[in-house]
Structure formats: C-alpha cells, structure tokens
C-alpha cells in the first residue's frame, strides 16, 4: 500500500451498515487509482472482493491493492509542432523527465499546452521503454492551428450601413510564442496605427515582458457617439507574474498624450471641462499628457484556449493615472466567462459570460471635483457587448442646457430648460450578462468539430452614469422621448439571437442574427454582424 493506507481508508464514500452502492465502489477504486499514479505507479491493479452472507443480506468488501513498480519517465517527446519550437511546449510541462511519473503533472501539461491556442487538439500517450520495467516515454500529439490572424471586420446596422476594419497579429511568431501584432487600420471613424510585443518567457520563472506604442486618429460622431475628435499617442509597458498554475499577475506603466477637438459641452460633460479649463488652448482644445499605473489579475481555468467547453476564465483589471497628470481618474473592470458542459462528450455546453465596470476621477483641480473623462466612457452595442444593437448606440444621450428657456417655450424665463438628442456619450459604469448555449453545428463533420462553434444566446447590458442628477422634464421638452434617469443601473437592454464562429485560415470568422427583445428610443439596432478576426 505504499505507505497510503489511511490516505486510502479516508476516501472511503461508505460505512458499515450502509447500503450497498457499485458506483461507490468503483468510485473509490479510481479514487486509489489516481493517488498511486500521482506518485509514480502508472499501472496498478485495485480490485474489490466481495464476501457475501446470504443469512443476513450483508456483504464485507475487501480492497485489494497491488501498486506495481514505481514507473520513471525517461524522454518527453511533441510531434506534430510543425511551425512551433520544441522549447515552446516543453516549458509548459509540468512532469519532468528522469523523475517519477505523475499522472496529475502530465495533465497540467495537456491543459496548459491547450491553453496556449495554438494548436486544435492536443493528445498523450505513455510509452513503455522497451527491455525496462520502470521507464516510459511520454509523447505529446498536437494538431497546430492558425495562431496568426488577418483582422478583417465587415458589419451592416440597420443605420449605420457597412464598415470595415483591417489589421495583422501573430500569436505564436516564428513558432517562438511570442505574440507580435502590426495593425495599420483605417476605417470611416478611426485610423490607427500600432505595434505591440509580448514575451510569454522573459525569463525562466516564466515572468512575461510586453510593450506597445501607437498612434491614433478618432472622430467619434462617425462611431456613433456624440462629435468630438481625438488625436493620441502614447505607450506602455507590461511585465507579467505567474503566481501559480491557474493565477497570473500583471503589472504596467504607460504615457499618452492626446488632443481632443470639437468638443460638445452638454450637460454630462460640464463639471468635467471646467475642472480641465487650464488645460484648454484658445481654439476650445483640449490637450492633456497622462502618464498611468495598471494592474491585472487573471484566473485560467479553461479546458483550451480555442473554443472551451469546460472551465472558467476571470479577469479583474484597473487603470490609474498618477497624481500630477494633466486628467486625474481610475478605472476598473471585471470580466468573466463559465463553461459548465451539459453532457458528457461536451457537444452541448452552457456559457455564462458577466462584466462590471466603474470609472471616475479622484481628487480636485481648481476647486472642480475631477471627474472620468468622457473619453474613457464605457460603451455598449455591437457585438462584443451587445449583440442586435448597433455599436455604442446604447445608453445615456446627449443632454444639452438652454440658460434662457427658450427650448421649453419660455423665452426670458429664469427656470433652465433640458433638451435631449439621441447621441450617445456613454457611462462610467456597466454591467453586461449573457447565457449561451452552445449545440452542435448542423451539417458539420467530425473534421471541422474543433473549427466551427454554433450557439443560442440572451444578451443583456446596463449602462448608466453616476454622476448624473436626473431633473424631471419640461413637458414640452425637445427630444423628451430619449430622456430617462441615466443614472439608474435598471434600465437595461436585451436581445435574443444565433450565432456562428470559424476559425478560418484568415482568423476567427463570426456571423450573428440578432433581434433586441427590450430596447429604450433613440438604440439603433443591428441585426446581422459578419466579423473576421474577433470572437465574443
């Protein structure tokens, strides 16, 4: 017994007088079973004898172990990396060679190859070493996949018409692991050019390194958002800590500067610019330099990294400017995605997907409260927040102050009158859910099984701004139909749909049907979105 036996007799799911139960038994066997191979006994035989007594209707259990000699691994081996390098899975092995086998490290080292997304499939096998009774080889099978992607992006709104997006990452660059992104893109409301690196093993403790500089163009009006431009530049610096198999930390410091134009000052946006007032040049820019503090913790627990159907993944994220910065704010969000497979194969699958979001300023300058920036605003619409509503489109709108009254019909009155457009300026908090249910593609056969994912799903989002002061409208207020409390969280929307996903040769390729089952005036709805290059 190897020294086990009370471990063993502690696993026992059963007690005397008890009624008897096989699936118990055989519960307990595999129980022993996977102990011993956790400690280098790959091939032991656990039988249960059972001894009878008519008489009394009773049954005595005798556990019979034999561990069998204790197994060592002597090469690890990969075949079907192609592209990849050789030193690229071995470091996410777990199971060493030239020590004993460890069924649980072998496992570890399957789950982290297959959280890598860099190949389809990936299978072990253990070798015995011919002519020895104690040596296997272990021999790790992976099916690549493209881990580079051409991002192309084509979406139709029901208003919006059709807009593309174009760009270039590699995730697994010369079969280094390391991901390398060039991303030149231009489309109706932003171009943008970035360069971003990442070294998954900066060093040998597995400390991450990464870097990104870019430069970019947008013209808000043009997105679906309230009018206003900006011109930024910037960069930042990320190092990564592994903390254990599952937690991975983050850390990061970053500079931008932006130029913000033709900024519409409506009511939201009012104790923010006269905070930023010194920060203003004569033309009514706004010009800011802000160097920022970042943190990230993330929590894997997936089953793969390309199309899950098992496992979690959670991430909690927080942005903050430094103290002396021109823009004095913070911002944090978490994200979470929950696989709970409903039968055994894992073809039908149940996704819960959450995210929670808060920003706002800190401290005071000139007297004024600082406040979040209108453009660090969360956002939702489109498909990689709300699908059946078109991007940005949903939320707070535009809410402008006429001192005279004149909007309301009282010129030269002393009460301020509100008017109300259905442009979107977004919030500084947001809740999004959705329940998926993932089901077998139609048609499709067993050799695009791992390649195209077919789901149902409900979407539903919040977005709202606390710092808001709802005042009850005019009744002959302009544009009353698109105001509401902003600052409530229950005002929600939600929508219904399909949706199909393809990891092409080009990238992740998604198309979604979408209709919104609850929506608010002034949401522009999107019901078909065809996408290459991002997944939701």
């Given at each position: 017994m190897i020294g086990k036996q009370a471990e063993f007799e502690g696993m026992v799911p059963f007690a005397a007088g008890d009624t008897y139960n096989g699936s118990s038994v055989t519960a307990l066997e595999e129980n022993i079973k996977r102990v011993l191979g956790e400690s280098g006994y790959a091939y032991p035989q656990v039988r249960t004898i059972p001894e009878f007594n008519d008489e009394t209707n009773e049954v005595s259990l005798v556990i019979n172990v034999e561990a069998g000699n204790r197994i060592y691994v002597r090469d690890i081996r990969f075949t079907g990396n192609n592209s990849t390098k050789d030193e690229v899975?071995?470091?996410?092995?777990?199971?060493?060679?030239?020590?004993?086998?460890?069924?649980?490290?072998?496992?570890?080292?399957?789950?982290?190859?297959?959280?890598?997304?860099?190949?389809?499939?990936?299978?072990?096998?253990?070798?015995?070493?011919?002519?020895?009774?104690?040596?296997v080889d272990l021999v790790y099978d992976v099916k690549e996949a493209n881990s580079g992607s051409v991002n192309f992006g084509v979406g139709y709104g029901t208003e919006s018409g059709i807009s593309f997006q174009v760009g270039l990452q590699q995730d697994n660059f010369a079969g280094s692991g390391d991901r390398v992104g060039i991303s030149a893109m231009t489309n109706k409301y932003q171009k943008n050019i970035t360069l971003d690196y990442r070294d998954p093993?900066?060093?040998?403790?597995?400390?991450?390194?990464?870097?990104?500089?870019?430069?970019?163009?947008?013209?808000?009006?043009?997105?679906?958002?309230?009018?206003?431009?900006?011109?930024?530049?910037?960069?930042?610096?990320?190092?990564?800590?592994?903390?254990?198999?599952?937690?991975?930390?983050?850390?990061?410091?970053?500079?931008?500067?932006?130029?913000?134009?033709?900024?519409?000052?409506?009511v939201q946006i009012e104790k923010f610019l006269q905070a930023q007032e010194k920060n203003r040049d004569a033309e009514?820019?706004?010009?800011?330099?802000?160097?920022?503090?970042?943190?990230?913790?993330?929590?894997?627990?997936?089953?793969?990294?390309r199309?899950?159907?098992?496992?979690?993944?959670?991430?909690?994220?927080?942005?903050?400017?430094?103290?002396?910065?021109?823009?004095?704010?913070?911002?944090?969000?978490?994200?979470?995605?929950?696989?709970?497979?409903?039968?055994?194969?894992?073809?039908?699958?149940?996704?819960?997907?959450?995210?929670?979001?808060?920003?706002?300023?800190?401290?005071?300058?000139?007297?004024?409260?600082?406040?979040?920036?209108?453009?660090?605003?969360?956002?939702?619409?489109?498909?990689?927040?709300?699908?059946?509503?078109?991007?940005?489109?949903?939320?707070?709108?535009?809410?402008?102050?006429?001192?005279?009254?004149?909007?309301?019909?009282?010129?030269g009155g002393n009460n301020p009158c509100y008017s109300a457009t259905e442009q979107s300026v977004g919030g500084n908090a947001v809740a999004l859910a959705s329940v998926e249910l993932i089901v077998p593609t139609p048609f499709a056969s067993d050799?695009?099984?791992?390649?195209?994912?077919?789901?149902?799903?409900?979407?539903?989002?919040?977005?709202?701004?606390?710092?808001?002061?709802?005042?009850?409208?005019?009744?002959?207020?302009?544009?009353?139909?698109?105001?509401?409390?902003?600052?409530?969280?229950?005002?929600?929307?939600?929508?219904?749909?399909?949706?199909?996903?393809?990891?092409s040769p080009m990238g992740p390729l998604v198309f979604s049907l979408a209709t919104p089952v609850k929506k608010f005036e002034g949401d522009k709805t999107e019901a078909f979105t065809f996408t290459i290059g991002n997944t939701f």
């Open positions: 899975l071995r470091r996410e092995m777990r199971q060493m060679e030239s020590s004993w086998l460890n069924s649980k490290s072998i496992e570890t080292g399957k789950n982290r190859l297959n959280r890598l997304g860099f190949f389809e499939t990936v299978d072990v096998q253990t070798v015995r070493v011919p002519g020895s009774d104690d040596q093993y900066w060093n040998l403790d597995g400390v991450s390194l990464g870097g990104q500089i870019f430069y970019n163009e947008f013209e808000a009006s043009k997105a679906g958002i309230i009018d206003y431009t900006d011109q930024s530049y910037g960069g930042t610096l990320t190092w990564g800590f592994p903390v254990d198999e599952l937690n991975y930390l983050e850390f990061g410091g970053g500079y931008t500067h932006s130029r913000l134009g033709n900024i519409k000052e409506y009514g820019n706004l010009i800011t330099d802000d160097f920022h503090l970042t943190a990230a913790w993330t929590r894997n627990n997936l089953n793969r990294g199309f899950p159907t098992a496992g979690n993944h959670q991430k909690l994220y927080g942005k903050v400017t430094v103290p002396g910065s021109d823009v004095q704010y913070f911002k944090t969000q978490y994200d979470i995605r929950q696989y709970f497979p409903i039968t055994q194969s894992h073809n039908f699958t149940l996704l819960l997907k959450g995210r929670l979001g808060y920003g706002n300023g800190y401290g005071q300058t000139n007297g004024n409260d600082n406040l979040l920036p209108f453009y660090e605003n969360f956002y939702v619409g489109g498909f990689s927040t709300l699908r059946g509503f078109r991007q940005n489109s949903v939320g707070p709108k535009a809410v402008y102050n006429d001192p005279n009254g004149g909007g309301c019909g009282n010129v050799e695009f099984r791992n390649q195209i994912r077919t789901s149902v799903f409900f979407d539903a989002a919040s977005l709202w701004d606390t710092e808001f002061t709802y005042v009850s409208p005019d009744p002959n207020m302009p544009g009353k139909q698109y105001y509401y409390d902003y600052s409530d969280p229950s005002n929600y929307r939600a929508s219904v749909g399909v949706a199909v996903q393809w990891m």
